[in-house]
Each structure stands twice: as structure tokens, then as C-alpha cells.
């Protein structure tokens, strides 16, 4: 079992800036790949960003240009800079990450933080 730790989450003015973290945790684990979702309300869950074990970055087109996504691979650790921030960013940020265990069980496994909010007013 991997758990996932997020925060960073806070309330800023539009334009203002926050730096979310998620740190994973466990035994005998792989990272794949780990991302940042959001959650607004009333809405379907997104993706913000991801980042896969290559390196290569995926962003929604609506954050493009604003945040970035980063790892820190020795402290199994995802990060989303936010800039710029708009009100409507405002939403549950979640980390989720796959993984595959190197002893135990095979295949691979997704587990999600259980996420912080992030607040933008105008």
C-alpha cells in the first residue's frame, strides 16, 4: 500500500501564487508516473498535470504556461507551481500516482491523496 500526503493548499488572490506538494509513501515501490488532479464544484474531476517516470510533461490546456509540474524522484515527491492563479483554479487539488511494487503483488496500482483546496478570490 502507497499513501499520498498533499498540501500547499490555501486561499490567494487572483494573480498569486502556490506550490502544492504530494510526498508518497511505502515499502518496495516504483513510481510510473504521478499527477495532479482538481475538483471544482459541481464538476467532473480533471487532470491538471502529470509527469511520467521518462520525465515527459502533460498539461490541460487551460494551465498551460501557469503551472508546472516537477518531481523530486530521492524524497518520492510531486510538486504543481501554480501561477498566475485565475478564480476559476479554484477546486479540490488531488496527487495520484500508479505504481508497481517490487516484491508482493504484480501489476500495476493507482492511489489517490486526499486532496487540499485551493481558493483564488477575484
Known amino acids: 500500500q502507497v499513501q499520498l500526503v498533499e498540501s500547499g493548499g490555501g486561499l490567494v488572490q487572483a494573480g498569486g501564487s502556490l506550490r502544492l506538494s504530494c510526498a508518497a509513501s511505502?515499502?518496495?515501490?516504483?513510481?510510473?508516473?504521478m499527477g495532479w488532479y482538481r475538483q471544482a464544484a459541481g464538476k467532473q474531476r480533471e487532470l491538471v498535470a502529470s509527469?511520467?517516470?521518462?520525465?515527459?510533461?502533460t498539461y490541460d490546456d487551460s494551465v498551460k504556461g501557469r503551472f508546472n509540474i516537477s518531481r523530486d524522484n530521492a524524497k518520492d515527491t510531486v510538486y504543481l507551481q501554480m501561477n498566475s492563479l485565475k478564480p476559476e483554479d479554484t477546486a479540490v487539488y488531488y496527487c495520484?500516482?500508479?505504481?508497481?511494487?517490487?516484491?508482493?503483488?504484480?501489476?500495476?496500482?493507482?492511489?489517490w491523496g486526499r486532496g487540499t483546496q485551493v481558493t483564488v478570490s477575484s
Open positions: 511505502g515499502r518496495n515501490f516504483v513510481i510510473n508516473d
Open positions: 495520484k500516482t500508479i505504481v508497481r511494487f517490487t516484491s508482493g503483488p504484480r501489476g500495476t496500482y493507482q492511489y
Open positions: 509527469i511520467v517516470s521518462g520525465g515527459t510533461t
